[in-house]
Nanobody
């Protein structure tokens, strides 16, 4: 089992920045793909970003490309999501996920999920 704990959410004004962190514990592995999703009440969960085990490959959802950056620090079992130029439409609960393949992780079928952290962007 892998446990994921997100942190770093909060309230920020439009145009501002936040950095989310997700710390993994338990049977962690640097081979896991790690990703971020977000969800607004009443809407489907949305893919945000995913990073490969080495950190060398990253993929982003269209709505965050050029503004968000995903990275990981395997020595600390941590994945980050740097969010810049935030918009009110980025308001959501952000979830960290881990999966064994790029396909499962990117499609939201990762085996492990965190509890989420709220990000609110005011206009």
């Amino acid at each position: 089992q892998v446990q994921l704990v997100e942190s770093g959410g909060g309230l920020v004004q439009a145009g501002g920045s936040l950095r989310l962190s997700c710390v993994a514990s338990g049977r962690t592995s640097s081979t896991y793909y790690m990703g971020w999703f977000r969800q607004v009440p009443g809407k489907e969960r949305e893919f945000v970003a995913v990073v490969s085990g080495s950190g060398g490959l990253q993929y982003y959802g269209d709505s965050v490309k050029g503004r968000f950056t995903i990275s990981r620090e395997n020595a600390k079992n941590t994945v980050y999501l740097q969010m810049n130029s935030l918009k009110p439409e980025d308001t959501a609960v952000y979830y960290c996920t881990a999966g064994s393949t790029i396909g499962t992780t990117r499609s939201g079928q990762g085996a492990y999920w965190g509890q989420g952290t709220q990000v609110t962007v005011s206009s």
